[in-house]
């Protein structure tokens, strides 16, 4: 069974520090890893993700993660936050089939 | 990516009533979803929509509280029905594209019921 875990329900960065979100999943098959932001008020936003090529991911608005198969990781990275970078982040997995398993979300507050 | 809509984007219900969210996709697809996420907690896949063909179901989730219409390949609808406060949550409909490999979301209905 498909599982996502992620560490820390809430995280809090200075503007300019690095961002880093953890996200460990388990799955029994090679899996395809998201990363989804959620701003307040709307939906999710695909941010990456990967699907078996290129282990380092970048996506969009400066973030990236990297598939550490012997981990079983792919933590979400930013080199320096922004205050626009305040939202909730989902990591979800998925076999390449339609069901997605997502982890509880992490949220970003970025301090000034 | 498609551009998904949804309507309507918030509502307060009172108990008792049903609700029906629609979601529209500015092109066709054939696969979309439809999600809850309660409050404070992540998403949860209630069904999955196939035009042509039945809704199927996730577990603890049944099509006679959640029916679901999918006439088209570019519009899906999600009914709560008989709803109770336990139902107030974010209702998000989801695309698949890209051959099955990333899901793309609307912006979602956020439904309170007292």
């Known amino acids: 069974a498909q599982s996502v875990t992620q560490l820390g329900s809430h995280v809090s960065v200075s503007e300019g520090a690095l961002v880093l979100l953890r996200c460990n999943y388990s799955s029994s098959v090679p899996p395809y890893l998201f990363w989804y932001v959620q701003y307040p008020n709307q939906g999710l936003q695909l941010l990456l993700k990967?699907?078996?090529?290129?282990?380092l991911v970048k996506g969009i608005n400066g973030f990236e993660a990297e598939f550490k198969k012997s981990e079983t990781s792919f933590h979400l990275t930013k080199p320096s936050a922004h205050m626009s970078d305040a939202a909730e982040y989902f990591c979800a997995v998925s076999r390449g089939t339609y069901k997605y398993i997502f982890g509880t979300g992490t949220r970003l507050k970025v301090l000034a | 990516s498609a551009v998904i809509s949804q309507k309507p984007s918030r509502d307060i219900c009172q108990r008792g009533t049903s609700l029906t969210i629609q979601c529209q996709v500015d092109?066709?697809?054939?696969?979309m979803f439809w999600y809850r996420q309660q409050p404070g907690q992540s998403l949860t896949l209630i069904a999955t929509?196939?035009?042509?063909?039945?809704?199927?179901?996730e577990s603890g989730f049944v099509i006679d509280k959640f029916p679901i219409s999918r006439p088209n390949l570019t519009f899906s609808t999600l009914t709560v029905s008989n709803m109770s406060p336990e139902d107030s949550s974010i209702y998000l409909c989801?695309?698949?594209?890209?051959?099955?490999?990333?899901?793309?979301f609307g912006p979602g209905t956020r439904l309170l019921v007292l």
């Open positions: 929509a196939n035009q042509g063909s039945e809704a199927t179901y």
């Open positions: 989801s695309v698949d594209q890209e051959g099955g490999e990333t899901q793309y």
């Open positions: 990967y699907t078996s090529a290129a282990t």
């Open positions: 092109s066709q697809v054939t696969m």
